[in-house]
């Protein structure tokens, strides 16, 4: 069974950062594929980015593209969310996932090809 760990969220001010991590435990990291969703109040809960199990072809949301950057560290077995030019939009309950092994390119989007989840970190960002 793996285990999913976030931490980083808080309040911060519009145009600001915050740095989210995940510390994943329970199996080999090098064989999970990592990602960030997020859900909003009262939405659904949505992509915002992925990274392959080397750290390779990380592929973020339209939304915050130019803006937030996954990355990921093996050694330490975590994945981070640093999250730039944040915005009121960007308030949401943020939520570590994980799925062993590869992945189809259909399957990177959506959360149930996700078979590993944390128990969500709130971010909230004020106008």
């Known amino acids: 069974q793996v285990q999913l760990v976030e931490s980083g969220g808080g309040l911060v001010q519009a145009g600001g950062s915050l740095r989210l991590s995940c510390a994943a435990s329970?199996?080999?990291?090098?064989?999970?594929?990592m990602a960030w969703f997020r859900q909003a109040p009262g939405k659904e809960r949505v992509f915002v980015a992925r990274?392959?199990?080397?750290?390779?072809?990380?592929v973020l949301a339209d939304s915050v593209k130019g803006r937030f950057a996954i990355s990921r560290d093996n050694a330490k077995a975590t994945v981070s969310l640093q999250m730039n030019g944040l915005k009121p939009e960007d308030t949401a309950v943020y939520y570590c996932?994980?799925?062993?092994?590869?992945?189809?390119?259909?399957?990177?989007?959506?959360?149930?090809?996700?078979?590993?989840w944390g128990q969500g970190t709130r971010v909230t960002v004020s106008s």
């Open positions: 996932a994980a799925t062993l092994g590869g992945q189809l390119l259909a399957q990177y989007y959506s959360a149930r090809y996700y078979d590993y």
């Open positions: 329970g199996r080999a990291f090098s064989d999970l594929t």
């Open positions: 990274v392959s199990r080397v750290g390779a072809g990380a």
